[in-house]
Structures are given as structure tokens and as C-alpha cells.
């Protein structure tokens, strides 16, 4: 039976968020303050679309826009780490559930050359239009009350593995990596024995320190390994692979 990892992707792939990286291809590598003033909770992709809107006003080209994306750094470790996996795909699938977009993620992990680690993006899908404006939707819609409009990573998770299960695929331990709060709802639905990996410092680490009594007896069934470098988690999943 493979392993399944799954990994969020800003400030945990990457060591930045990628949506605010994008700020860099404007000539004052700032927004102005009625477009950042525009953003409602929950909303952020709606958000975002307005973004690339006033980047495409700005005739900041796609391809300008590919090469600043290109230089956001990856987190420590974890280019060794996709590497690892890359070399391993007939004991390891590798899916990303992130709030970022398919173009970010695609160039960011071409430009590194580790798409070949990752089996599944499910993100937000982003085109570029006529004009050479990027445009994008939300990912799905969802029941869920905590989190964003667009956006559940429980239901993407749990509609991934239902189908996996549904071709024969099962898996004997599945590692979510990430570090925000949206991170947390997916958490639920791991088994028994399966890892939540945290990034050390952040949010998510920080809720489930905080966890109360009801939800501790969910978490209890689970391993939660706080992380600093993509090595640490690397040495777990070699470990579990000897």
C-alpha cells in the first residue's frame, strides 16, 4: 500500500504567500489602498481576480508575471523533499490542496523542476484571457462553515480519497503538511495513525495546541509532527518507507 502526502502550498511548499508575491510585477511593487481596502473576509479569490485585474491595467505581461513568480523561495527543504518523492512514485502519491491558483503552482513547480512529484493541484483555476488578463474561479462550492466560500480542503480530501478507494487505491498512512487555519479542518477526516505535520510557529500548530476537550479525542487517534525544514519531513517519510 502507497503513503499519500499532502501538502498546502504557501508558507508551506513556499516560504511566501503567492498571491502576495504577484505584488512584485508592478512597477511600485505596492496596491493602492482602495483595492486592498476591497477585500472581505472569507473572500479572497474574489479578491485576488480584482488583483490580476489591476496588474493586467497595469500591461504587466504574463510573462513578466511568470518570471517574478519564478523567484519566490521554496521553504528549506523542501526541493530535497519534493526530490525524495519524485524519485519514489511507486510507493508515494503527492497531492497539493492550496488557495493559490493552477498558473502559480504550475510555474513555480516547473521552475524548479518538481512537477513530477505532484500527482493531483487542486487549487483555484486561473486562465489568462484575451487581453492577457489573469482571471479565476473558486475552486468548488462547499457546506462548510469554517471555511472560506471557495474552499474546503475536508471536502477536497475526502472526495479524493473516496475516489482513490473507488479504483483500488487505498492508502497505509497519509502525512498532511501545512500551516494555516485552514489547514485544520481537513485534519478530521485522517484515520487512525495517520500525521499531521504543522508547520512550527504558525497558525495551524498554534489551533491544535489549543484544541478543546471534543476535538482532542479526534486528534488523539492522530500523530501531530511539528516541522521547521522539509527534512524533517522527509526523514519521517523515509523512514516509514525502510
Not at 512514485?89 to 497539493?96: G, L, T
Not at 487581453?131 to 472560506?148: G, I, V
Not at 478530521?188 to 491544535?208: A, F
Request: net charge negative; hydrophobic share 35%; proline share 4%.
Amino acid at each position: 500500500m502507497k503513503t499519500l502526502m499532502v501538502f498546502d502550498f504557501d508558507h508551506t511548499v513556499v516560504d511566501d504567500n503567492s498571491d502576495t508575491w504577484v505584488i512584485k510585477c508592478t512597477p511600485e511593487q505596492s496596491l493602492p489602498d482602495w483595492l486592498k481596502n476591497s477585500y472581505e473576509k472569507g473572500r479572497w479569490t474574489e479578491y485576488m481576480g480584482r488583483v490580476m485585474s489591476y496588474i493586467g491595467d497595469l500591461s504587466v505581461s504574463p510573462d513578466t508575471i511568470r518570471n517574478v513568480m519564478e523567484t519566490i523561495p521554496y521553504t528549506d527543504g523542501m526541493i530535497e523533499l519534493l526530490t525524495y518523492i519524485s524519485g519514489h512514485k511507486s510507493d508515494i502519491d503527492c497531492i497539493i490542496i492550496s488557495d493559490s491558483n493552477t498558473i502559480f503552482i504550475e510555474w513555480i513547480l516547473q521552475a524548479a523542476g518538481l512537477h513530477s512529484a505532484v500527482d493531483r493541484v487542486f487549487t483555484n483555476p486561473a486562465t489568462f484571457d484575451n487581453r492577457d488578463y489573469m482571471t479565476m474561479q473558486c475552486h468548488h462550492s462547499h457546506d462548510c462553515k469554517q471555511c472560506p466560500v471557495n474552499l474546503c480542503k475536508r471536502k477536497v480530501l475526502g472526495d479524493f480519497l473516496e475516489s482513490q478507494a473507488e479504483a483500488g487505491v487505498h492508502y497505509r498512512k497519509t502525512f498532511y503538511v501545512g500551516d494555516g487555519g485552514n489547514d485544520l479542518c481537513p485534519a478530521h477526516i485522517l484515520k487512525d495513525g495517520d500525521v499531521v505535520m504543522p508547520r512550527k510557529g504558525y497558525t495551524l500548530e498554534k489551533l491544535l495546541s489549543k484544541m478543546n476537550e471534543r476535538d482532542k479525542t479526534i486528534l488523539s487517534r492522530l500523530q501531530i509532527i511539528p516541522w521547521t525544514s522539509g527534512k524533517e519531513i522527509l526523514k519521517e517519510l523515509d523512514a516509514l518507507n525502510h
